[in-house]
């Protein structure tokens, strides 16, 4: 047996719907709505084939993590776009860079990457394969 593939995850966070609008903002996912087994309407955030499931903090759908808490996932995310024009929408959002871009190592790869938080403070690291050129902060 072996993992074939990815299919999603959950970030707990304080507001789902402030949380899904920054994503689908300033990552240009998608928002979606769907019925859970228990027929609540849950929130989650689509892009590629994957989703986030987002969990309101306190009221977390089981089962959950041991501690599930807002601002406490790091990931990391490749862009299709330059990382210098992706900079400036970002600076023209107010959303500050906290480092970057820097070289590292991906899953498949050199990447370049630069670091922001969302608004519950978890770390996104946002990404371009080496290949594709990072392009510059500016």
């Not at 998608?30 to 849950?42: K, L, N, Q, W, Y």
């Not at 070289?103 to 370049?112: D, Q």
């Not at 630069?114 to 080496?130: I, W």
Request: charged share 20%.
């Amino acid at each position: 047996m072996k993992v074939r593939a990815f299919d999603h995850m959950v970030l707990t966070v304080a507001d789902p719907q402030a949380t899904s609008d920054w994503y689908a903002r300033v990552l240009g996912m998608e928002p979606i709505s769907f019925e859970a087994v228990d027929g609540t309407t849950r929130l989650a955030l689509k892009f590629g084939s994957w989703k986030i499931n987002l969990h309101k903090a306190g009221a977390e759908y089981s089962p959950h993590a041991t501690r599930p808490a807002p601002g406490s996932a790091d990931l990391c995310f490749l862009i299709d776009a330059d990382l210098g024009d992706f900079a400036v929408m970002l600076l023209s959002e107010g959303i500050e860079i906290e480092e970057g871009p820097v070289p590292r190592t991906g899953a498949t790869g050199p990447i370049t990457s630069m670091y922001l938080r969302d608004p519950d403070g978890n770390l996104l690291e946002v990404s371009v394969p080496d290949a594709m050129g990072g392009g510059a902060a500016p």
